[in-house]
């Protein structure tokens, strides 16, 4: 068993028994629950909708190498820059060295799983780079060390009291201060940052293709300030956030509040097609846009796991999980959690090193059944399995494990060696780790061909 599975074992177990983390997701996520049915509502045929959605997201991922060359094409014509990283290491160096030419002390981010993905703080920090996180739920997440906790909640797992009190522990602001005080303190801490930053970065909900820009959707308006004020705007986006057309909005953007939040249509959704033009008042003078691959392209050189690109980190398929619901966002140990995170981390970081990620799942279906995009999730998982197995990476324990279940389903006259009670003894016997956290595996007292018989004789 790798570390990554050991850690992700010990960790969900105690996560699984701590049962006010579970009345706090469940009342987030409740919360959450009330709500999407009335976005949905706005759709008059959701299925249709999920099956549009993911047809174009289907060509754009087919077509992917055109659609990012177009997207450069006409992004660099209106005076921004488009940088290709093909790992973590080449997006850091291209971000650390634009920051060293704009001398940069301060940096105001926005919420985006992208730079998470490549630990963009952490490098900052290390080069003496001061890296703001200025969606509030991150802002919380950052003053306590954290990292999100969920792709579109990122402070999820914590109650109102539980941020008054690390407000009050980090800012000195009084325990009692009410959600809306405690934003009031947020907000003007971070509105002098804005004017600070010498360096914005942002992340990207979609690339558009045809019009060579890229749109980002929230409802705090900090993204807008993270791109507005600063003079230099950094976009981290990975390549399969890519939409042929902006026609292609008027789908995507309510289909992404509905599932995401519940919301008809996010509060804000902007359009960045580049750096201020000569003829507009605001915006940044540089903007570069950094594609990121990361792995993603050896997703899309296998034909099934193709259409795990298709994610529109909407987090719906998290909200329905009954194993995420019981061990949390960060039981998971890597940036994206949930089903999707199950699904993708093993292709994205290596099958030996989180394969464990794939067995994490109940196949209920749930995720699959939400998907916006209609991503066949437990299909998905089983595909993880399934390649896991093909590259050699099940213990000798497992193998044989298999192997005499194999033998002894084959041979009847094994199957119907000693009674229920030798059989339960044997089998939980040898499979003690199944039943520390499951009941015990009972057999029939009779076998198949004694019930047979006797059903004959009736
Ligand atoms: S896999 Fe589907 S449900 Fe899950 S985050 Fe992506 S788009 Fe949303």
Same mark, same amino acid.
């Given at each position: 068993?790798?570390?990554?599975?050991?850690?992700?074992i010990?960790?969900?177990?105690?996560?699984?028994?701590?049962?006010?983390?579970?009345?706090?997701?469940?009342?987030?996520?409740?919360?959450?629950?009330?709500?999407?049915?009335?976005?949905?509502?706005?759709?008059?045929?959701?299925?249709?909708?999920?099956?549009?959605?993911?047809?174009?997201?289907?060509?754009?991922?087919?077509?992917?190498?055109?659609?990012?060359?177009?997207?450069?094409?006409?992004?660099?014509?209106?005076?921004?820059?488009?940088?290709?990283?093909?790992?973590?290491?080449? =997006?850091?160096?291209e971000?650390? $060295?634009? @920051?060293?030419?704009? &001398? @940069?002390?301060?940096?105001?981010?926005s919420?985006?799983?992208?730079?998470e993905?490549?630990?963009?703080?952490?490098?900052?920090?290390?080069?003496?780079?001061?890296?703001?996180?200025?969606?509030?739920?991150?802002?919380?997440?950052?003053?306590?060390?954290? =990292?999100?906790?969920?792709?579109?909640?990122?402070?999820?797992?914590?109650?109102?009291?539980?941020?008054?009190?690390?407000?009050?522990?980090?800012l000195?602001?009084?325990?009692?201060?009410?959600?809306?005080?405690l934003?009031?303190?947020?907000?003007?801490?971070?509105?002098?940052?804005?004017?600070?930053?010498?360096?914005?970065?942002?992340?990207?909900?979609?690339?558009?293709?045809?019009?060579?820009?890229?749109?980002?959707?929230?409802n705090?308006?900090?993204?807008?300030?993270s791109?507005?004020?600063?003079?230099?705007?950094i976009?981290?986006?990975?390549?399969?956030?890519?939409?042929?057309?902006?026609?292609?909005?008027?789908?995507?953007?309510?289909?992404?509040?509905?599932?995401?939040?519940?919301?008809?249509?996010?509060?804000?959704?902007?359009?960045?097609?580049?750096?201020?033009?000569?003829?507009?008042?605001?915006?940044?003078?540089?903007?570069?846009?950094?594609?990121?691959?990361?792995?993603?392209?050896?997703?899309l050189?296998?034909?099934?796991?193709?259409?795990? $690109?298709?994610?529109?980190?909407?987090?719906?398929?998290?909200?329905? @999980?009954?194993?995420y619901?019981?061990?949390?966002?960060?039981?998971?140990?890597?940036?994206?959690?949930?089903?999707?995170g199950?699904?993708?981390?093993?292709?994205?970081?290596?099958?030996?090193?989180?394969?464990? !990620?794939?067995?994490a799942?109940?196949? @209920?279906?749930?995720?699959?059944?939400?998907c916006?995009?209609?991503? &066949?999730?437990?299909?998905?998982?089983?595909?993880?399995?399934?390649?896991?197995?093909?590259?050699?990476?099940?213990?000798?324990?497992?193998?044989?494990?298999?192997?005499?279940?194999?033998?002894?389903? !084959?041979?009847?006259? $094994?199957?119907?060696?000693?009674?229920?009670?030798?059989?339960?003894?044997?089998?939980?016997?040898?499979?003690?780790?199944?039943?520390?956290?499951?009941?015990?595996?009972?057999?029939?007292?009779?076998?198949? &061909?004694?019930?047979w018989?006797?059903?004959?004789?009736?």
């Amino acid at each position: 068993m790798s570390e990554n599975a050991k850690t992700f074992i010990a960790k969900s177990t105690i996560k699984a028994a701590d049962l006010d983390h579970r009345r706090k997701i469940n009342f987030n996520i409740g919360r959450y629950n009330a709500v999407v049915p009335k976005g949905k509502e706005q759709f008059t045929d959701i299925e249709f909708t999920k099956k549009t959605a993911k047809n174009i997201k289907w060509q754009a991922i087919e077509n992917l190498d055109e659609h990012l060359l177009t997207f450069e094409k006409n992004f660099t014509q209106r005076g921004g820059k488009v940088i290709w990283a093909e790992n973590t290491e080449q =997006a850091i160096e291209e971000i650390l $060295l634009i @920051c060293k030419v704009k &001398n @940069c002390k301060t940096l105001v981010k926005s919420k985006s799983m992208a730079t998470e993905e490549i630990h963009l703080n952490v490098a900052l920090e290390k080069n003496g780079i001061e890296s703001v996180e200025t969606d509030l739920g991150e802002y919380i997440q950052q003053l306590d060390g954290e =990292a999100p906790y969920h792709i579109v909640t990122p402070a999820m797992h914590k109650s109102k009291e539980d941020v008054a009190r690390l407000f009050n522990q980090k800012l000195g602001t009084p325990v009692n201060y009410t959600p809306e005080q405690l934003t009031q303190v947020a907000r003007k801490i971070l509105r002098e940052k804005y004017t600070q930053a010498e360096v914005g970065v942002t992340g990207a909900n979609f690339i558009i293709s045809d019009i060579g820009a890229v749109a980002v959707t929230e409802n705090e308006g900090n993204a807008r300030l993270s791109c507005a004020f600063p003079k230099t705007h950094i976009v981290i986006v990975g390549i399969e956030k890519m939409i042929p057309s902006i026609t292609d909005l008027s789908l995507f953007w309510p289909l992404l509040s509905t599932f995401g939040t519940g919301q008809t249509v996010t509060v804000y959704n902007t359009i960045i097609a580049g750096p201020r033009q000569p003829n507009e008042n605001d915006g940044p003078e540089e903007m570069y846009v950094i594609l990121l691959d990361n792995g993603r392209t050896d997703i899309l050189k296998n034909p099934t796991q193709r259409q795990s $690109l298709y994610c529109i980190r909407c987090g719906a398929c998290l909200n329905v @999980c009954p194993v995420y619901k019981n061990i949390g966002g960060h039981a998971y140990g890597a940036t994206y959690s949930g089903p999707i995170g199950s699904v993708i981390t093993p292709n994205l970081q290596g099958m030996k090193d989180f394969k464990h !990620l794939s067995y994490a799942s109940s196949l @209920c279906g749930a995720c699959t059944e939400v998907c916006p995009v209609k991503i &066949n999730l437990h299909e998905l998982l089983l595909q993880n399995r399934h390649e896991s197995v093909e590259e050699g990476l099940t213990t000798i324990s497992e193998k044989t494990a298999w192997k005499l279940w194999k033998i002894s389903s !084959l041979n009847r006259g $094994l199957m119907n060696m000693g009674n229920g009670d030798i059989k339960n003894k044997v089998v939980n016997g040898l499979f003690k780790g199944w039943a520390k956290n499951r009941s015990r595996l009972e057999f029939s007292p009779k076998t198949f &061909n004694e019930m047979w018989t006797e059903q004959l004789k009736k």
